[in-house]
């Protein structure tokens, strides 16, 4: 399933959150545990594997591991079958600091199908396999030419996918005996014309059957001047024409060209990731500076145009890490409540101002799943920004990670 950006911000915090876990052995489980997978066969592998744990020498791991080969059996109960994608399953003893520990378990339903069984005890989770879910998957189409071959493929994160090659019949540029030069020039300039009009609509073909908005562009490679020719020729379809991102040179044109393509356009590859921030950010930054700009920033002023549903893109910085939290006081006869923004780290809320009571968080949620929510309940689109670009830095550094591209002006600038 694809992510939305919030989903995809929130499966990323979840994944920082599982980095953070340490245990003070190998004892932390991860169990990554394929759609097909039948449950009663995991089951049977961690009896086995909690049998083993017993010639552990350190009484302390030995137990720990047990322990948690435990309640991992006991959640597998709990799920009588894995769910469409799978399941990953992280449980054991974490060191929580103060010289005490905790058991810690997750459930997680992955993005993506799971597709290999995995059981892996260390003194920290493995999440390498649910982080490259996480990385991009965009796609691109690619198409590598010459006069004699050509392949079509598609890129789709960093997977090549080949679809079709094809040869030609053009021939050679040594004319046959009994054929006039002019004549033979002729025959050859409607056989390449042919070729490139086959590898247009193989292209077609490939491409268009791709959802439009996950096409992020179309990569040619090729010797010149073969390359610009099928480009300047308008061989594919009108809709995919001006989606062409760049032409290269590359050596090759079966199916090793189309790797050679991808490698020669990281660079490219890597700007058009960001691309869509950066648009974002500058159409921002153009509102900022204009007197009547349809700009805002800071989290008071963005949440004002929220509620008035004002917003028209809302950006988020990546790396915003507050919380929206609802406190109220310990005194049940007391009414006070507030909302307040916090940031990581940061006291208890301290004492009722009204009767001197504690304060107690009630209830606390990401400031960007908050905003987030927010913005789809007034149909804004939102942004969530990287920090990987000097505007994206700003965002955070300068507007407080929160700003927002206005459909119209009002009094919260």
Known sequence: MELSAQEKYEFKRLLEDLRSKAGRGT????LYIPPDKQISDVTSQLREEHGQAANIKSKLTRTNVQSALESAMARLRLIPRPPENGVVIFIGTIDVGGNK???????IEPPEPITTYRYHCDSS????????????????????????EATVGILRGKRVDPIKHLTSTVPGKQRKGGQSSHRFQQLRLIAIHDFYKRIGEAANDAFLAVDPKDLEGILIGGPSPTKEEFVDGAFLHHELQKKIVDALDVSYTDESGLNELVEAAQDRLLDLELTQEKLAMKRFMKELVNDKGLAAYGEKEVRQNLALGAVDTLLLSEELRKTRAEIRCSNQNCDCCQTVTRAPNMPPPGSCPQCGSQLNIAEEKDLISDLSSLAEQGGAKMKIISTDFEEGAQLLHAFGGVAAVLRYRTSHR
């Open 101 to 107: 520990t905790d058991m810690y378990s997750k459930a």
């Open 125 to 148: 989770f493995l999440i390498g396999p649910l982080e490259d879910m996480l990385a991009d998957k965009k796609t691109f189409g690619l198409i590598v030419l010459d006069r004699r």
């Open 27 to 30: 004892e932390l489980i991860s």
